[in-house]
């Protein structure tokens, strides 16, 4: 797709979100010489960039609509400790979004969904390297993901997705473990434990630092980042771009991206974005530990993420459709600490930190939209789900060859944002 305005590359962008996604496209840019100012409602990585679990996990980053998630679905609407909770109100949009998200809950989809991702699969871990060799003062810390399970036979199933995924593709290398051989590695395992799978090829970081240490970077090449800035319109005069906030002066430039996660909507959906994006909260708070942990710890029985942070872990979980600015429900907090406590060792549970809660922009096909919109000169990047930190830098990495040549890389087409009817 040929999406230039002119036979030249742009000089200048103005980037809407400071999240990892947005910062990623910004760094990038400036790699190919392109002026760039940022712009955030917030504050830098004040959304879901800051408080998810900081997993770089390839070998976990898979599409939402696997077919399980129907179950968990329907367990949702009755049960608030479930790890996908669904309010069960009058909400039009939302039941409309979910009813399509439900209609790509096949198999056979999944699998479709799982190809377009290999590439993103394959490249984002270099794409990270890219940046810590060039600047980025920031660490991405190599540890396989050890997922505990109850029983030897759920430890097997999972195996067996494993297998699925280098079936179709993947690079996923893993070995199944006995209790002691999980307990050798993760001392944090409980009793309960009776088996593992060993993830390797994996990392992990502390998400608000490398944020923080990327927007360092950015602005050390000679970016401007607006915080507070609250997009209102962008506007074509005279062949640039004018982005116009709630106050205050505008920011022009040769292009614009948009990459507001969860807030995608507001400024995609009138230039053309077909996939609607809806914030799937998440939950983390941070518990010390009695002992070190060496690396992230999984509980798929419960869908929590456990990864070393500061003197413990942080604990990351849920899958929450509900308004983007409601309030932490303590509830939902409850019943993570009630569903890890049995599972996990040496965690001082009464030493806890306060709860965060973050909107993962997630969309119906469980696909990202990424690309040109209808509007010349405008781009958007989002809608990557629980896997927007995993994916950032290498989505910002094909997004700024994606602006400045032209041309859309082939790992973009199926993220094209002006895709079918798609959700």
């Known amino acids: 797709m040929d999406v230039s305005r002119s036979s030249t590359a742009p000089r200048s962008a103005v980037v809407v979100g400071a999240g990892i996604v947005g910062l990623s496209t910004a760094w990038f840019l400036q790699d190919r010489g392109v002026h760039v100012t940022v712009v955030e409602r917030d504050e830098v990585g004040a959304g879901a960039s800051w408080g998810n679990a900081g997993y770089l996990s390839p070998a976990l980053s898979t599409p939402l609509t696997a077919p399980h998630v129907l179950g968990e679905g329907l367990r949702g609407l009755v049960d608030r400790g479930a790890p996908l909770s669904i ?183 009138s230039r ?62 409850d019943a993570i600490v009630d569903s890890v406590r049995p599972l996990i060792a040496g965690a001082r549970w009464r030493e806890r930190g306060p709860a965060w809660v973050g909107a993962r922009p997630v969309t119906a096909d469980a696909l990202p939209v990424i690309g040109a919109t209808r509007q010349p000169g405008v781009f958007v990047a989002g809608g990557h789900g629980m896997w927007g930190v995993t994916f950032g830098p290498v989505t910002g990495r094909l997004l700024a060859e994606h602006i400045t040549t032209g041309k859309q890389p082939p790992e973009l087409a199926p993220f094209d944002p002006l895709r079918g009817r798609a959700g």
């Open 272 to 333: 053309g974005v077909r996939p609607r994006v809806r914030a799937g909260r998440g939950y983390s708070f941070h518990v010390p530990t009695d002992a070190p942990v060496d690396g992230p710890i999984y509980l798929p029985g419960v869908r929590v993420a456990c990864t070393p942070y500061q003197d413990g872990l942080r604990i990351a979980g849920t899958m929450e459709f509900r308004d983007i600015d409601e309030p932490v429900d303590l509830r939902r907090v």
């Open 87 to 269: 309010p069960l109100r009058v909400d039009p949009r939302l039941w409309g979004f979910l009813l399509r998200f439900a209609s790509h809950c096949r198999t056979g989809y999944w699998r479709r969904a799982v190809r377009h991702h290999l590439p993103l699969l394959e490249e984002c871990l270099r794409a990270f390297d890219t940046l810590t060799a060039d600047g980025v003062g920031a660490e991405t810390h190599r540890a396989p993901v050890v997922a505990g399970f109850e029983s030897a036979r759920a430890a097997a199933a999972m195996a067996r997705e494993l297998t699925g995924l280098q079936r179709l593709g993947a690079s996923v290398d893993f070995d199944e473990l006995g209790r002691r051989e999980a307990s050798s590695l993760r001392p944090q395992f409980s009793e309960r434990i009776a088996a593992a799978v060993r993830i390797d090829g994996q990392r992990f970081l502390d998400p608000g630092r490398f944020v923080d240490q990327l927007a360092h970077s950015v602005v050390g090449r000679g970016a401007c980042i607006h915080p507070r800035f609250a997009v209102t319109s962008i506007v074509a005069e005279r062949d640039r771009v004018v982005v116009r906030p709630d106050a205050g002066p505008s920011v022009t430039a040769d292009v614009a991206v948009v990459a507001t996660g969860a807030w995608l909507d507001d400024l995609g959906r």
